[in-house]
Nanobody, 129 residues
Framework: QVQLVESGGGLVQPGGSLKLSCTASGFRLDYYAIGWFRQAPGKEREGVSCISSRDDTTYYIESVKGRFTISRDNTKKAVYLQMDSLKPEDTAVYYC??????????????????????WGQGTQVTVSA
């Protein structure tokens, strides 16, 4: 059974840091580009960051570039999102998902529709004083 599970969310003050983890089971994580997406209340889901399967090329949307870092450890079947200098506007439910790619717009990130698309259940990140 293909499964992605996120962890590491929580409440943090502005300027603080969190590290999200996405662990995979039931499939070879190294075969997939893995992305982080987020959805804030009343807003559409947006891609935040993506790491490729072949050479670990990373992509970020403009609003998180320089603050967020995506990485993967295939031996642990995990992908991470280190989030520093957090802002209130980063508050959202964060999801990891397979098959991410750079989108058609500059610095956008999307999920490429395939039969094997998988999503985690999400983890809440709240940035507030």
């Amino acid at each position: 059974q293909v499964q992605l599970v996120e962890s590491g969310g929580g409440l943090v003050q502005p300027g603080g840091s969190l590290k999200l983890s996405c662990t995979a089971s039931g499939f070879r994580l190294d075969y997939y580009a893995i992305g982080w997406f987020r959805q804030a209340p009343g807003k559409e889901r947006e891609g935040v960051s993506c790491i490729s399967s072949r050479d670990d090329t990373t992509y970020y949307i403009e609003s998180v570039k320089g603050r967020f870092t995506i990485s993967r450890d295939n031996t642990k079947k995990a992908v991470y999102l280190q989030m520093d200098s957090l802002k209130p506007e980063d508050t959202a439910v964060y999801y990891c998902a397979t098959d991410c790619a750079p989108g058609p717009n500059v610095h956008s990130i999307v999920q490429v529709p395939t039969e094997r698309n998988s999503w985690g259940q999400g983890t809440q990140v709240t940035v507030s004083a």
